[in-house]
């Protein structure tokens, strides 16, 4: 809050967890990869930022992302 006066705080606990599911298919030699997960089931997330002109930008103690939904497609071994 008051970044020239050095505040020291104490937070609860966060549990950062995430999952990631895939699936190889392998086509002639080639594979193709499917996959999707998510990052901070648990949306644990810090809820007291800084704002305004005179905020803190290293007042940040938890996870970096709120909860994420994500998926893809990887192509491996295409050339020989």
Excluded at 61 to 67: E, L
Aim: aromatic share 16%.
């Amino acid at each position: 809050m008051y970044p020239d006066k050095g505040e020291l705080r104490t937070s609860g606990n966060f549990f950062d967890w995430g999952v990631k599911l895939s699936y190889t298919i392998h086509l002639n030699g080639a594979s193709l990869q499917l996959y999707g997960g998510m990052k901070n089931i648990l949306n644990s997330y810090q809820n007291d930022f800084d704002r305004g002109i005179d905020r803190d930008p290293g007042y940040i103690y938890g996870p970096m992302i709120p909860r994420t939904i994500y998926a893809g497609v990887a192509f491996g071994n295409l050339i020989k």
